[in-house]
């Protein structure tokens, strides 16, 4: 029998670390909103989630130059490299802890 994975946070922060990687530029909420993958992230939901991760140091956060947004995120290389140490797990890891296969940035 096949194993099928709900979305689970672990799986939200690493789609989002993962799209912020593969993108490498500033954005703001509704850029990241609309691009990362297999997620239904509302905004506010996903401005915490940066917050945290702005905490931890994955992400430097500003304020945006364009007027109908008020921040904008980007990752940093700590980001970076805790996104490809997630995606580098041993698979045997990945399946106890119910993360989904993620294909690199």
């Known amino acids: ?19 912020l990687t593969k993108v490498g530029t500033w954005m703001n ?4 909103t609309t691009g990362t993958p297999g997620s239904d992230l509302n905004r506010e939901r996903l401005r915490t989630i940066l917050e945290s991760f702005a905490k931890k140091g994955f992400v430097e956060i500003r304020e ?9 995120y980007k990752i940093t290389e700590k980001g970076k490299n805790t996104f490809q ?10 399946y106890v802890i119910g993360l989904r296969e993620f294909g690199e940035p």
């Open 1 to 19: 029998m096949e194993r099928k994975f709900n979305q689970t946070p672990g799986d939200t922060n690493i789609a989002i670390l993962g799209y």
């Open 29 to 32: 909420l509704r850029q990241i």
């Open 64 to 72: 945006s130059q364009n007027p109908k947004a008020k921040f904008e």
């Open 85 to 94: 140490r997630c995606i580098n797990f041993d698979p045997d890891v990945r």
